[in-house]
């Protein structure tokens, strides 16, 4: 049994703005802490708001006395994470600094070496490296792991970092984490918890990281998925639950097991998931749509991303016609669609992104679809996708500053002004709350729901 502490923290941004809507585990220390733990790592997960994080990490460092800590990092708590990393070199100057993160890419480790005074950085799947690096293994020798040698000079990483099946790890672990607090918008009122139960994805979207990452799309398997929901309803009195996964249609067999699963213990909680288009195009899946509102699904969050053929191609991102007509499956069988739709490509006119939006505003007006928390955001090149490099390559980047990069700040270069393209999403926002509705602000029901 090692002696070491590893101490797993996440900054968060709160929930609010126009587009972020809940406040959930922070799933990726979850499923480290679990591993760790499994091998006999003393670990704390700690997971804070980026405006108030210093104190209390210096309070909870104080108490816990780590050896190590692990920052969670994405480009968006970037400049926390250093102000915190500086706070803590000065407090604490003992204590060794790792982060892990999907911003920490084979190609992009070195921007985030730049930023973050860390010691080491993970690229790729953190449970195992981190295990190594937790257990005192010499950072040359742990796979996926970049480290600074005692004259401060930066080495890369060999490899990739290992991957493990997913069936191998534990349930990913939730203690110490403010379980209570958390919440969606989509559950109003709710007990809510996050469930991550697949890596990997079929498709290959140049705005996302996924597929790029795994080979192949790996599960957990049923009965695990199963046992999770019913620890979070028994020790947690979860109501909803996100299962985040983000190809959870992948294989339809196992969504019929998981969601006869849940009819057999008598549905206990409300369920949503993201929803691929083409998905609905298959009679297979549709003829789930039944079983899996019974089970107590009520929301399919939908990456529509465009009405406009020449971005969807520009994205290499599948679907786009019969938008309206496969929707309504999920409204015939009383599921709500929450539309995830992308503006701002380098192509569009205003004149695009009005039709767009517009046409977005009428899938229920005009077709009757029960429709929710329809979710616009700026095209954004998260660094290490391939939509990063080419817009690099074409000088479409226009604001260098990854803390930006949340699809919430216009960052590319488009026919359409950046000005206008915020003025758009606003009069999107406000048309379809109602102008007397709570507008999309940090006053958003969620930001209230977590205190
Ligand atoms: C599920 C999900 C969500 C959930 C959040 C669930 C949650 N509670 O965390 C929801 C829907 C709420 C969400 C919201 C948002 N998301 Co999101 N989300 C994802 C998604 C699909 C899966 C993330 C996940 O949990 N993966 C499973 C875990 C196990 O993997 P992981 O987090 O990468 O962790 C592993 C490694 O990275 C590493 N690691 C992670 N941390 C650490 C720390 C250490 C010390 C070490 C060593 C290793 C390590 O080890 C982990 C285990 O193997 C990813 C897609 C993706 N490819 O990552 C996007 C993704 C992370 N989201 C993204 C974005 C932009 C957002 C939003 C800003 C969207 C918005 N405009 O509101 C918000 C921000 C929310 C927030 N505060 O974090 C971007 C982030 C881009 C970036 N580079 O910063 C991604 C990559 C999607 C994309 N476009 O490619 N998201």
């Known amino acids: 049994m090692s002696e070491r502490r590893v101490m797993l923290v996440k900054l968060d941004k709160p929930p609010g703005g126009p587009s972020h809507l809940s406040y959930s585990e922070p799933i990726g220390i979850c499923y480290i802490a679990a591993f760790l733990e499994q091998h006999g790592l003393d670990c704390r997960l700690t997971h804070l708001f980026q405006h108030d994080a210093d104190q209390a990490l210096c309070r909870e460092i104080a108490d816990y006395a780590p ?31 790792i982060a892990g993160g999907e911003c920490i890419t084979a190609q992009q480790w070195q921007s985030v070496a730049a930023l973050l005074d860390t010691d080491a950085l993970i690229i790729g799947d953190g449970e195992s490296s981190l295990l190594a690096y937790g257990s005192g293994v010499s950072p040359d020798e742990i796979p996926g792991c970049a480290y600074r040698d005692q004259d401060g000079i930066w080495h890369g990483a060999r490899h990739d970092s290992g991957r493990i099946a997913l069936a191998e790890l534990p349930m990913m672990s939730r203690h110490g984490l403010p379980m209570n607090r958390y919440c969606s918008e989509a559950f109003p009122g709710k007990t809510y918890a996050t469930m991550h139960t697949m890596r990997g994805c079929r498709y290959h979207c140049t705005f996302c990281h996924t597929a790029g990452r795994y080979a192949k799309v790996d599960t957990r398997t049923t009965s695990q998925i199963l046992d999770e929901v019913a620890l979070l309803v028994r020790e947690h009195s979860v109501e909803a639950i996100g299962m985040w996964d983000e190809d959870f249609f992948a294989y339809p067999k196992r969504v019929e097991q998981i969601a006869q699963g849940l009819v057999d213990r008598g549905s206990p909680v409300e369920w949503q998931s993201f929803m691929k288009l083409t998905d609905l195009q298959k009679a297979p899946i549709r003829q789930l749509l039944p079983l899996l509102r019974r089970s107590g699904y009520v929301r399919a969050i939908i990456g529509l991303e465009s009405f406009l053929p020449a971005t969807l191609r520009g994205y290499h991102k599948a679907g786009g016609t019969n938008v309206e007509e496969l929707c309504r499956h999920l409204t015939d069988h009383g599921i709500t669609l929450c539309p995830a739709y992308i503006i701002g490509a380098p192509h569009e006119t205003a004149a695009d992104v009005a039709y767009g939006l517009e046409r977005l505003g009428r899938l229920g007006v005009d077709h009757g679809i029960r429709m929710d928390l329809p979710f616009v955001q700026f095209i954004t090149p998260y660094p290490g996708t391939a939509l990063f490099s080419e817009y690099l390559e074409q000088d479409l980047i226009f604001d260098p500053d990854w803390s930006h990069y949340d699809g919430e700040h216009v960052v590319v270069k488009s026919k359409c002004p950046a000005d206008q393209l915020l003025g758009l999403r606003d009069a999107f926002y406000a048309n379809f709350y109602g102008q007397s509705s709570e507008s999309h602000d940090a006053t958003t029901p969620s930001a209230r729901l977590c205190g």
């Open 67 to 97: 050896d190590v800590i692990g920052f969670s990092v994405r480009n968006f708590n970037l400049a926390a994470t250093q102000r915190a990393i500086a706070t803590i070199r000065k407090s604490f100057p003992a204590i060794r600094i």
